[in-house]
């Protein structure tokens, strides 16, 4: 899961950012709410953490500008402001949550946690799709109609889970790479194109009938039987 972290403070960036990474988040982490508006609409994050009191443009002009453009991402506001009217700002902005500093970092994880559960619509703790069912925890792909089970790797595993939570969507290869390797990377351009083919194959091991298609010059999506038949 790859969090946006917009905070301008250092020192509370940094370990925020170290925190989350020990999770087992991907974290982002942007000094001031333009940087955060620009990352945001990318549709790259499965959570925003915004703080409040940011240079260029405060955490609640970041949210309602975000939401103006259709961002849906999951956003938690951060601010020392503990003022009713301050929360009420904030969520008439477009948080889905709002903790005030200091926080205990058990709160924290837990917010996190719920809003990840909101966006992922996990069902039981999976994902499915077609005849799939990712379960993330474990990096486990099932496939329902055969039985079969395989194990995936880190890359193999984060792909999947995008495209699942993004069906029916064609996803580019710029996407895939800032989503997967975070958006300072070293990644080599082939790099989206060899890990697909390893998912490929996985997807064939488990007899799933649900196929990752290449979209000649826009990039990858999935597809089951049915969409194949009706032409999508």
């Known amino acids: 899961m790859r969090i946006l972290l917009a905070e301008d403070e250092k020192r509370m960036a940094a370990a925020l950012t170290a925190l989350l990474k020990q999770e087992k988040y991907d974290v982002d982490p942007v000094g001031d709410g333009a940087s955060a508006l620009v990352a945001l609409e990318t549709g790259m994050y499965d959570i925003a953490v915004l703080d409040v009191m940011m240079p260029e443009m405060d955490g609640f002009e970041t949210a309602r500008r975000a939401r103006s453009s259709g961002v849906k ?20 902005s477009g948080a889905d949550d709002y903790l005030t500093k200091p926080f205990q970092t058990e709160e924290l994880l837990a917010r996190l946690r719920a809003l990840g559960r909101r966006n992922a619509s996990f069902q039981d703790g999976s994902l499915r799709f ?17 039985g079969q089970t395989v194990r995936l790797s880190e890359k193999e595993m984060r792909i999947l889970e995008y495209m699942f939570l993004n ?3 064609i996803l580019t290869r710029e996407q895939l790479t800032v989503k997967i390797w975070g958006f300072e990377n070293e990644a080599e351009y082939n790099n989206v194109e060899v890990y697909m083919s390893f998912t490929r194959k996985k997807l064939a091991f488990v007899g799933s009938k649900v ?7 826009l990039g990858y999506a999935l597809r089951t039987a049915a969409d194949a038949a009706g032409g999508r």
């Open 167 to 169: 069906q029916g969507q």
């Open 130 to 146: 077609g005849d799939l069912m990712l379960d993330t925890a474990k990096a486990a792909l099932t496939c329902l109609e055969t």
């Open 73 to 92: 991402t999951p956003i938690l506001m951060l601010t020392a402001k503990g003022l009713l009217e301050d929360k009420v700002t904030g969520l008439d």
């Open 211 to 217: 196929e990752i298609k290449a979209v000649r010059g």
